[in-house]
């Protein structure tokens, strides 16, 4: 088993409470059915800054990412599998999915 990120990218807030607390119901329905395959279950994103390299730093990150989860799974095969519930697909978004490589320290 291998730790993969889930890149969260687009999707937005929803706009009335309501609205917020049954998109959140959605994200834990779909957690809670990843049944123990959740290592992290992330946050959503605040503002950011990007810094390029020669040392400029500008407002806002020009990936348009807006959380992240790290999830458990077999291969890379069986983590886009679990991503393709993820309730930010149903709000415009899209998710990309990273192997993590341990590092010895």
């Given at each position: 088993?291998?730790?993969?990120?889930?890149?969260?990218?687009?999707?937005?807030?929803?706009?009335?409470?309501?609205?917020?607390?049954?998109?959140?119901?959605?994200?834990?329905q779909w957690f809670g059915?990843?049944?123990?395959?959740?290592?992290?279950?992330?946050?959503?994103?605040?503002?950011?800054?990007s810094v390029g390299t020669n040392g400029s730093v500008n407002d806002g990150g020009g990936s348009?990412?807006?959380?992240?989860?790290?999830?458990?799974?077999?291969n890379l095969d069986s983590a886009a599998g679990m991503a393709k519930k993820c309730p930010i697909l149903g709000n415009g978004g899209s998710v990309e999915i990273y192997e993590t490589i341990p590092i010895p320290m």
């Open positions: 088993m291998a730790n993969y990120v889930f890149v969260y990218k687009g999707g937005g807030m929803a706009a009335t409470e309501a609205e917020q607390q049954a998109a959140m119901a959605a994200w834990m059915g990843l049944a123990g395959a959740v290592v992290d279950p992330g946050t959503p994103f605040g503002p950011s800054k348009r990412l807006t959380g992240y989860s790290v999830i458990k799974a077999d």
